[in-house]
């Protein structure tokens, strides 16, 4: 099967996990069985597939080893993932008065970019249908000691978007509580939040023209954790 615009990236911030991208001149169907890059006796499955109208690209994924053996047979370097200097820091706090047993418990989360190069935020991408909540967020509620029940819903994709912070800018988000965990009891809750981030590096814009591959490449996915003490009235 001919191929064009082989790339060898890393994806991992240790630079042990690779893929290896193949762009074919006609969008590969969704049944990878017998689809296969063999060379200099080394032999991978595809592991995945991007396309397009026209055109689309089988993935590989290899170890770091195995990636750099093959890169100089495709006539590709193995890009390894530079050191990314992004610092962050985020807080999460009551929007407004919270009352129990209501449909809203507005939160409002800030992350700020503490770093010295600014980044694109992923937003949106999944969406719960139930709700429209955003599964970049999990909470985990306390109540007197006690955990209380989260609510576990899949998400189904959605719009995305890519929100700019410059170095010492801040990005609000509301989120609202009661699409994870119903409070009924007045009183004091300890709220453990954690955002799944999903960043690019500011000079990598987010509408360029790029392969999937790429994205996989420059993309940072980082947990952030902020914890909070609410009043419910």
């Known amino acids: 099967m001919p191929f064009r615009d082989p790339r060898t990236l890393s994806v991992a911030e240790d630079n042990r996990q690779f893929i290896i ?3 074919v001149d006609y969008p590969p169907g969704p049944d990878l069985d017998g689809i296969e890059l063999v060379c200099d006796g080394l032999r991978l499955r595809a592991r995945g597939v ?13 170890d770091d080893a195995t990636a750099h053996a093959l890169a100089p047979s495709l006539g ?8 990314w200097p992004c610092a962050m820091r985020c807080r999460i706090e009551p929007e407004r008065r919270l009352v129990a047993c209501a449909k809203e418990l507005f939160l409002r989360f800030t992350l700020k970019n503490d770093g010295p190069v600014g980044f694109w935020v992923l937003t949106g991408g999944r969406s719960v249908p ?20 989260i609510a576990e819903l899949t998400s189904f994709g959605g719009l995305m978007d890519y929100r700019e ?5 801040c990005a609000d988000t509301i989120v609202n509580l009661a ?7 007045p009183g004091e809750y300890t709220v453990h939040a954690t955002y799944q981030s999903e960043l690019l590096p500011l000079d990598e814009h ?10 996989e490449h420059e993309l940072r996915r980082i947990d952030l954790h902020a914890d909070a003490v609410i009043q419910v009235h």
């Open 165 to 169: 912070i410059p170095p010492g800018e």
């Open 179 to 185: 699409d994870w965990c119903g409070i009924v009891e």
């Open 206 to 215: 987010p509408e360029a023209s790029r392969t999937w591959v790429w994205d």
């Open 76 to 83: 590709t370097p193995a890009l390894e993932r530079q050191p």
């Open 130 to 149: 139930v709700n429209g909540r955003d599964n970049h967020f999990r909470f985990e509620v306390e109540h007197d000691g006690k955990p209380l029940p």
């Open 50 to 62: 991007g396309s397009g109208d026209t055109e689309g690209v089988y993935v590989f994924r290899a």
């Open 21 to 23: 991208g193949l762009c």
